[in-house]
Every structure is written in C-alpha cells, then in structure tokens.
C-alpha cells in the first residue's frame, strides 16, 4: 500500500468483497469508479477439518468450485483489471473455532494444504489471504504464533503469488487480533473489522470505535465490513467517514443468502455519488 492509517486526507481506493455461493456481476459500475484502485474478491471460506472439536490445519474451499474456478478468476481479472481474489481463512460461528490439536502440526498442514488450493486449484492466480475466524478457542500467544507463521511464511514463499494479507477481527475475540498484528505489522495489509454483527450503537460510538480501532492498528489500514443490508446507522456511519475523508476503502459482507428478512439493499455506489 502506498499509504498507511487512516488518519488525514484519505481518498476511498479499496472495495472488498466476501462472495461464497453467488457470483457477483463483474460488470458493476462500483468495480469502474476511476478512484478504485483495488477491487478484492474475497472467496470464503477456505475451512479446516476438524478431528472432536480439534482444527487440523487441514484446509479445504467450501466455496462453490464449479462457479468459482480457476476460469472465474481469470475472467474477474480480464474484465477488471485491478481486481484481486483473496482466499479466506477460518470461518463463521462456533462450528469453525481456531482450535488447533498440536500448533507444529497445525502450522504445517495449513501452510501445506493452503498452498495446495494456491498453487494446484487456480495456477497461482490467488493474490492474498485473509484470516477470518469469528471464534478462537486457544490462548491469545497461540492464536498470534500461530496465524503469524502461516500468513509469514505464505507471503514470502517465493514460488507462491500472495502479495496481500488481511486480518478480520470482530468484537469479541479483538484482543487477540491486537496481538496478532502487532507480532506480525510488517505482514499486514489491511484490517478488516466486523461492524456488521456489532451490537446496537449510537453514530458518535461507532465513530468512536473506528477511531479506536485506527489508533491500535496505526500502520497499517483499517476498513470496516458491513453487511450487504446494513442497517440506517451504519450507513450514516459510512457517510460520514466518507465526508470527513476518513476512509480508505469498505469491504461487503454479502448476506443475500440470509433468512431475516432484510430488505434495506446497500449501494456504495449511490452513497459516493452524493457525497
């Protein structure tokens, strides 16, 4: 990244986002506003095996692999040409903890099964990873030793295309996502913060949440990831960091797939035209 934080006048250059069964249109408008500079497809997740309750580093995409091959990425990065595809790392809910049997072993199937979906499911065409695990089980020292070597070794592999890491910390499990980065600042691109599953908060608290989260993370860049149907205060939320130039980009958490009932469809693309 050319810049870092998210302090000062900040252009918005970065749209994310997380895609699992579905497709998104690659010929959206949102993918050619000029001032995009980085497009991510992010794949979730790639998911581990898991023996009585124990990750075995094993990991494995539960993406959808007739819809999302090796000649989707080729024709995502074709159509867009700054478009990257991300592999995500982890899962969502209790089901897929960071819960590794041995964290030796765990290290190195994950490295090895990884590189597997790299290298032999899509050419090296794979640009990053992200760490998205909304449950952790072990200890904070584990979870940032662990995760660390990983995306370390995986970023310098020389024979391997990842050239970008990011990190999804939710509320719950921050701390350890703290400690993580700050073990590993000089391999983290980007934090991605989950405030689409927060709990109820006024304008001025989501405000003071993102300032916090830019002053614990202040070298590197820090996106909030908000639901695909977020509710109003989010997006007066986002307004108001784009107005103040306080953003650097935002990343979808798309929800299409969800059963509650939410009809309130976010266009990014609607809210920059009226900035």
């Known amino acids: 990244m050319s810049s870092k934080g998210n302090n000062g ?9 997380y895609i699992h069964d579905i497709p998104p249109p690659i010929n959206s408008n949102i993918y050619k506003l000029k001032y995009i500079k980085h497009v991510d497809f992010i794949l979730s997740f790639a998911t581990e095996v898991y023996v009585h309750g124990k990750g075995t580093g094993n ?16 024709k995502v990065k074709e159509t867009i040409p700054h478009a990257r595809v991300i592999i995500s790392i982890g899962g969502v809910g209790s089901e897929f903890p960071f819960n590794p049997i041995d964290k030796h072993i765990w290290i ?18 794979i640009d990053g990873i992200d760490i998205h695990y909304d ?3 072990s200890s904070e020292d584990e979870f940032s030793f662990s995760i660390g070597e990983v995306i370390r070794k995986l970023k310098y592999e020389i024979d391997l295309s990842i050239n970008v890491v990011s990190i999804a910390p939710n509320e719950r499990f ?10 590993n ?7 991605d913060f989950e405030f689409y599953n927060l709990k109820p908060r006024t304008l001025e608290q989501l405000l003071e949440l993102y300032k916090k989260l830019v002053h614990e993370y202040s070298l590197t860049i820090v996106l909030p990831i908000i639901s695909s149907h977020p509710e109003h205060i989010i997006i007066e939320f986002i307004r ?16 299409n797939n969800s059963t509650d009932g939410s009809t309130n469809s976010f266009s990014l693309e609607n809210v920059l035209q009226d900035i």
């Not at 006048?9 to 986002?17: A, G, K, P, V």
């Not at 190195?108 to 065409?125: G, P, Q, T």
């Not at 921050?174 to 073990?183: A, D, P």
């Not at 107005?243 to 979808?252: D, E, F, P, Q, T």
């Open 9 to 17: 006048n900040i252009d918005f250059t970065i749209y994310r986002e």
């Open 59 to 74: 990991f494995f995409p539960t993406w959808n692999l007739d819809v999302f091959d090796i000649e989707w990425v080729k």
């Open 108 to 125: 190195y199937r994950a490295i090895e099964s990884i590189k597997w979906i790299v290298r032999d499911l899509y050419h090296n065409l």
């Open 135 to 137: 449950v952790i089980k």
């Open 174 to 183: 921050q701390s350890y996502y703290l400690n993580l980065y700050l073990q």
């Open 185 to 191: 600042k000089d391999i983290i691109d980007l934090v």
């Open 240 to 255: 108001y960091l784009l107005k103040s130039k306080l953003l650097h980009g935002i990343v979808v958490w798309d929800d």
